[in-house]
């Protein structure tokens, strides 16, 4: 039954924020989608601006719906559904354009089809009726301070309160009244959430939490958070979990992470994966799982970055720790290892050099590397001075460090000598580790790492007071921590994505047979070179990855070409080009995907680019992000489809004294180009302030200003658009120059 909604988009709602199931959320986005495409056909849709609404806060971002349906965030989709619903009569649009920054442009607000408050009023009518995006709407009213500025809000908050004149008499004596107000305001937005939580909106538990974290109400806030839980909310299984674990009741704090993990919740996957992996955790009365811990890890490093989660470098050192101490003989895949020692969210972590060194200086899963290797030994070095000893580390980088002596890689001739020294000290990390019954994972016995610094020592012997090769050797060698057999080629890695995760693990020892039949079952296959990049001349060149990603019709897929391009809009052969991380991508039929992907694969052959491929900057388009500022609001002009006419309502805006001033300039203030600074000037003229950034011969920042007065709107904008799109200057003559500085 619907409240406020048309029954068909009630349905669609609930799929997506009545539960927490990823798949049933993506089906009622679709048919949401669906709706938005027969609108486009022009076809009439009942109710069709709450569609767009509803939309526009799935692209809004996670914050706005539950991270883990992974649900794709589009700024600029975003704000064009939400002025679409806007447009199109939806009131819950309008209020939700007040909590959205930078919803509420010039443009919109000229163009509401009611006022705020009639939305308000339409929305809480439909809270009232039991509706539970409406109650949602309301409680956010007043638990953001909306109420201020709509009059049907501020009566609501008031029912029942002494006249304005009494309360300002007290307000004169004490602060009490404000703070009892206060208590009201936040006790309307309690009772709104809970009517929406109790209606079905998983999300309120959120807001309702924090509502009695501000009041300091624990025992208020641990009840929510159970009852979140309970309601399928993964953020409140994690809140639970770590609740049951301060207090010692570890199988219950388990059982909740484990619901956590099972819809990829990172912080759940790290505490799951906490237990399996270290006993200590449980005073052991969890099991060891080394290979669900290993699991769990991986998956938290690679999930989605939540709003109270940022432990993906610890997450990503302990796998890699898991899989390179081999504990169980089967967790080494030194693909993955070498791929999670990319991870950007590990870079600052000292504690990567050791295991850096040792994949560069082996080849382990990784091409050929010796200087970066050498590199790394030095910075795991200067590591071991600084904070002393962590065995198994120390092992790995001393064992790097004598290979890069024995082979000459650091003294141009080999030194045995010293290559033996760093094998001794690596045996002696090692065997510290094996005779230790505090270990790392807490089992309370030493674990039984392989030695293999002891076989490399096996090469040599001392004779007259320096080491050699014994007879018949020419090299030290190991049978410990082997590579899989090596695929394939070109320095090609094959990433194989999980089906509930956003991203995945590198490996290279999957042939083509394998990929094939994975590829019935997964969304992505993607190949990373990170050697011998390929490029296609004059079009894209440093070619870093392929992908082919299934459509959602599965009989379909895109192909994305991931690489660089050079910017070569400006002509001085002195200045470097600006290099732009570019993707082409062509949708086609899994067939013909499978036939590029295979002809890369055999043949290291790119794809002809023609007119049917499309063309997507990664990082900023160029030439420069502008921005328009309207007093303290600040809209990102390239997030909007109609930013031309949101400039020429700001004009106007400040031409009638809606704003005190705008501007339109670079998002950067720093960043060359040309800023425009407007506002009331005398009588009906605009004071008009220009400044040009430009770079001189010796690399420095030299700002140019220029003001005038006019009062046509016309022509300002002109030269507004003339400068942001083609970086063109207005004829300077009748504009009177500012003294020139340098940043």
């Known amino acids: ?36 495409k027969l609108d486009e056909e022009g076809q009439k849709i009942p109710g069709i601006g709450d569609v767009y609404a509803i939309l526009a806060r799935v692209y809004s971002g996670p914050q706005f719906t539950w991270i883990e349906a992974g649900f794709p965030e589009d700024d600029t989709k975003a704000y064009s559904y939400l002025h679409t619903a806007i447009r199109k009569g939806s009131a819950i649009a309008i209020l939700q354009a007040m909590r959205t920054s930078g919803a509420l442009t010039p443009t919109i607000e000229k163009e509401l089809p009611m006022t705020k408050d009639q939305a308000f009023q339409r929305v809480y009518e439909g809270a009232q009726k039991g509706c539970s995006y409406c109650a949602y709407a309301i409680a956010n009213v007043f ?18 309160e002494p006249s304005a004149f009494i309360r300002f008499l007290k307000g004169l004596f004490a602060q009490a009244d404000q703070r009892r107000f206060a208590n009201k305001v936040t006790a309307i937005a309690q009772q709104w959430l809970r009517k929406s939580a109790e209606a079905g909106l998983v999300i309120a538990y959120r807001n309702l939490r924090i509502t009695y974290i501000e009041q300091n109400n624990s025992a208020m806030e641990e009840q929510v958070i159970f009852e979140g839980a309970a309601a399928g909310l993964p953020l409140m299984m994690y809140l639970a979990g770590d609740i049951c674990k301060s207090r010692g009741e570890h199988e219950r704090a388990l059982e909740y992470f484990e619901r956590g993990a099972a819809m990829n919740n990172g912080m759940c996957l790290r505490e799951a994966a906490e237990y399996y992996a270290k006993p200590c955790e449980s005073n052991k009365r969890i099991p060891q799982n080394i290979q669900k811990a290993l699991r769990y890890y991986e998956r938290a490093a690679i999930s989605p970055d939540y709003l109270d989660f940022n432990d993906h470098a610890y997450v990503t050192m302990q796998a890699i720790i898991l899989r390179t101490l081999n504990i169980d003989g089967q967790s080494q895949d030194w693909s993955r290892i070498a791929h999670l020692l990319q991870q950007p969210a590990i870079y600052t972590l000292d504690a990567i050099w050791p295991y850096l060194a040792y994949v560069f200086t082996f080849k382990k899963g990784n091409s050929p590397a010796v200087r970066t290797a050498i590199e790394c030994v030095n910075q795991a070095s200067k590591c071991f001075d600084r904070y002393g000893s962590y065995d198994y580390a120390d092992h790995l980088w001393q064992l790097a460090a004598g290979y890069c002596y024995e082979i000459g890689a650091i003294t141009k001739e080999p030194d045995l000598d010293q290559a033996v ?26 674990l039984v790492i392989p030695d293999e610094a002891s076989e490399r020592l096996e090469a040599f012997e001392l004779v007259d007071g320096h080491y050699q090769y014994k007879e018949g050797i020419t090299q030290s060698s190991t049978t410990c921590n082997p590579m899989p057999p090596a695929w394939p080629q070109n320095s090609v890695d094959v990433l194989e994505i999980f089906e509930d995760s956003t991203t995945g693990w590198r490996t290279n020892k999957y042939d083509w047979n394998f990929i094939q039949r994975e590829w019935d079952t997964q969304k992505y296959l993607s190949f990373i070179i990170y050697d011998n990049r390929q490029s296609i001349e004059n079009i894209i060149y440093d070619v870093y990855s392929i992908v082919m990603f299934h459509n959602e019709d599965k009989n379909s897929c895109t192909i994305y070409l991931y690489g660089y391009i050079e910017d070569t809009s400006r002509q001085d052969e002195n200045v470097e080009p600006t290099v732009y991380e570019i993707r082409y991508f062509k949708e086609m039929s899994i067939p013909q995907g499978l036939a590029l992907i295979k002809n890369f694969y055999d043949n290291a052959t790119l794809p002809v680019i023609d007119e049917r491929w499309e063309r997507q900057y990664k990082n900023t388009t160029p030439p420069r992000e502008y921005v328009l500022t309207c007093d ?5 002009l390239n997030q909007y489809e109609l930013s031309n ?99």
């Not at 638990?143 to 029942?160: C, F, M, R, T």
């Not at 020294?421 to 016995?445: C, K, M, Q």
């Not at 303290?632 to 990102?636: E, H």
């Open 632 to 636: 303290n609001d600040i809209f990102y």
């Open 421 to 446: 020294t760093f094998y001794e000290h690596a045996r002696e990390s090692i065997r510290r580790l094996n005779t230790r019954n505090d270990n790392w994972l807490g089992t309370g016995e030493p």
């Open 1 to 36: 039954m619907s409240f406020y909604f048309t029954d068909q988009i009630q349905q669609s709602f609930n799929k997506i924020f009545h539960q927490c199931n990823k798949d049933i959320a993506w089906e009622g986005k679709a048919e949401l989608d669906a709706l938005v």
């Open 143 to 160: 638990q953001w301070g909306d109420y201020h500025i709509l009059p049907s809000a501020q009566k609501v908050a008031n029912e029942g």
């Open 645 to 743: 006419q949101m400039i020429k309502d700001a004009l106007e805006g400040v031409a009638n004294g809606k704003y005190d001033i705008i501007a339109v300039r670079p998002s950067n203030l720093d960043d060359q180009g040309i800023s425009y600074f407007i506002e009331r000037g005398k009588g009906k003229n605009l004071h008009i302030s220009l400044y040009i950034t430009i770079e001189d011969d010796v690399e420095e920042d030299i700002v140019y200003g220029f003001k005038r007065e006019s009062s046509n709107l016309t022509s300002i904008n002109y030269w507004i658009q003339e400068s942001i799109t083609s970086n063109k200057l207005p004829d300077l003559s009748d504009w009177e120059e500012v003294k020139k500085k340098q940043n």
